[in-house]
């Protein structure tokens, strides 16, 4: 089982470059999410969706955008990347049914802004 | 959502058993607690949660206090494949068609729990 899948693993990015991460999940789940983990910082939530075609901001969305136009899929997109958002980023998904708080993460990418 | 607390870090031998704790003093009754864990360079991933009762799964148990200010998540024999940081999380549980809002979670520090061989 695949399960949640991110691409790429590692990327760098110059200041001012644009790029999207994708995530994939084949378990059929409705909620998906984003998250950034930086030293010291714990895990912090950019965007959600609880559903196809529906996002939602979490704690720090500035600077992404998100968009998921299939269930499966979950794109996280930088526009105009900057050096602090240099971080290793996480998506996640979850089911709506009573396993709803079991959320699955993705092995997550490491992402530098030079 | 309920401050915790954890210690930074643990040790634990090889096959013994791991207690790691966790203090929320100030949680509200339809606040569970969750735990998740993250080896190096991976995803967290869940491994338990409860309300009141002490819940046990093939991955650990959980152990609420019956004032439920603190827990304690016990790894029975501990592997060194269980070293990780170990997050645990307190947060109520959003009922049927809430938004996904409700399933924010917060990951604090966590405890990073070392086995030694």
């Known amino acids: 089982n695949a399960g949640v899948t991110q691409t790429p693993k590692f990327r760098v990015l110059k200041t001012g470059q644009s790029m999207t991460l994708l995530c994939a999940q084949d378990?059929?789940?409705?909620?998906m999410y984003w998250y950034r983990q930086d030293p010291g910082m714990g895990l912090r939530l950019i965007h959600y969706?609880?559903?196809?075609?529906?996002?939602a901001k979490g704690e720090v969305p500035d600077g992404y955008n998100v968009s998921r136009l299939k269930k499966q899929n979950f794109l996280l997109g930088l526009e105009s990347a900057a050096p602090s958002q240099t971080s290793v980023y996480f998506c996640?998904?979850?089911?709506?049914?009573?396993?709803?708080?079991?959320?699955?993460f993705g092995s997550g990418t490491q992402l530098s802004v030079l | 959502d309920a401050k915790t607390t954890q210690p930074t870090s643990m040790d634990c031998a090889e096959g013994r058993a791991a207690n790691l704790p966790c203090n929320h003093s100030?949680?509200?009754?339809?606040?569970?607690v969750y735990w998740y864990r993250q080896i190096h360079s991976q995803g967290p991933q869940y491994i338990i949660h409860?309300?009141?009762n002490n819940e046990t799964n093939e991955m650990a148990s959980l152990i609420i206090t019956e004032d439920r200010k603190s827990s304690t998540l016990i790894l029975p024999h501990a592997t060194l494949r269980d070293t990780a940081v170990y997050y645990c999380?307190?947060?109520?549980?959003?009922?049927?068609?809430?938004?996904?809002?409700?399933?924010?979670?917060?990951f604090g520090k966590g405890t990073l729990l070392t086995v030694n061989p």
């Open positions: 996640a998904s979850s089911s709506r049914d009573r396993e709803r708080e079991k959320l699955f």
């Open positions: 378990m059929n789940h409705e909620y």
């Open positions: 969706s609880v559903g196809e075609g529906t996002t």
């Open positions: 100030t949680i509200s009754g339809n606040e569970y």
């Open positions: 409860g309300l009141k």
């Open positions: 999380i307190v947060r109520p549980r959003s009922g049927l068609g809430s938004g996904g809002s409700n399933y924010k979670l917060t």
